[in-house]
């Protein structure tokens, strides 16, 4: 998965780690434009953020995983990059093989060479895990192994290969941030979700490790635990609209969270003035969580 790489310590383009003598982290190199890298672009938390990550003045690389049925929508959330002023370089292929991360890694080295912007923005929001009960019911199979270690390998682990090669690359450095997208599974149980909520579980645990590695770089991780959403991935759980439904009446705002929401929060929390926000699982949900 990673090479090994990922655990030295990068610098600037001399090789040294400077700090300032209060230690503080060392500070963003400047440059041009940043570039932000979303896994899951395509639909849902992923679209957002790549729509007003671009209207904050970033350019997008996105990864996703689509048919031909659905690529009508991924070439609309490009043009919308594009309407923003910024550039779209996007990938159809699947985020958790290894060799096609090592392929979109080296294309986006190739395309920041020569000091054309920095990775700012790491998003994982990678929605494909199994669906099924631990143990049989009613009838349902029960998981696999196999299907149990494809959802943990998904929606959990492949957030720290892709910020293994990322930093092996050298292309994240002071200033960057890493959001990874979990959810109320983290804690609750649903029919069905036992492995999504492994995945989520050892998703924030991965949040938590990374903050402390990467915080002498000046990079900052974060779990973002949205409220329910009504989005493409919510409806694959069953049950989904039992779950939407309490969630409305329960939630203090009067609505449901949604993708824009969590889209402004990973823009707040890119701004330079937010790098000492780190290590935590922070709701965006609109008071959902704490209302009974």
């Not at 986006?108 to 000091?115: L, W």
């Not at 770089?217 to 959403?229: D, F, K, P, Q």
């Amino acid at each position: 998965m990673g090479d090994g790489e990922a655990g030295d310590r990068h610098g600037d383009a001399n090789g040294d780690l400077h700090r300032d003598p209060r230690g503080d982290p060392p500070q963003e190199p400047r440059g041009e434009a940043p570039w932000v890298l979303i896994l899951g672009a395509s639909s849902g938390f992923g679209e957002a953020a790549s729509l007003a990550l671009a209207r904050a003045g970033m350019n997008v690389f996105g990864v996703h995983l689509d048919r031909k049925a659905t690529l009508a929508n991924v070439e609309r959330v490009q043009s919308g990059i594009r309407d923003a002023g910024a550039d779209a370089v996007f990938f159809n292929v699947n985020a958790a093989d290894p060799e096609r991360r090592a392929e979109v890694v080296a294309t986006m080295h190739e395309r920041m060479a020569d000091g054309a912007g920095t990775l700012r923005v790491l998003m994982h929001s990678l929605a494909f895990g199994a669906l099924r009960p631990l143990v049989p019911t009613g009838g349902e199979r029960a998981l696999t192994d196999r299907e149990i270690a494809m959802t943990l390998d998904v929606m959990a682990n492949s957030l720290v290969y892709w910020v293994q090669d990322v930093l092996a690359r050298d292309l994240m450095r002071a200033g960057g941030r890493i959001f990874a997208m979990t959810s109320a599974g983290d804690q609750h149980a649903w029919p069905s979700y036992g492995a999504v909520s492994a995945a989520k579980c050892a998703l924030e645990a991965y949040c938590r490790q990374l903050a402390l590695e990467l915080a002498p770089r000046g990079i900052s991780v974060n779990a973002l635990r949205a409220g329910v959403t009504d989005t493409p991935a919510l409806r694959r759980i069953p049950g989904a609209e039992v779950m939407l439904e309490a969630s409305r009446r329960r939630n203090p705002s009067g609505r449901l969270t949604r993708p824009e929401d969590v889209a402004g929060a990973i823009v707040a929390l890119s701004d330079a003035g937010a790098g000492w926000i780190t290590g935590n699982v922070i709701g965006v949900d609109g008071g959902e969580e704490v209302a009974t």
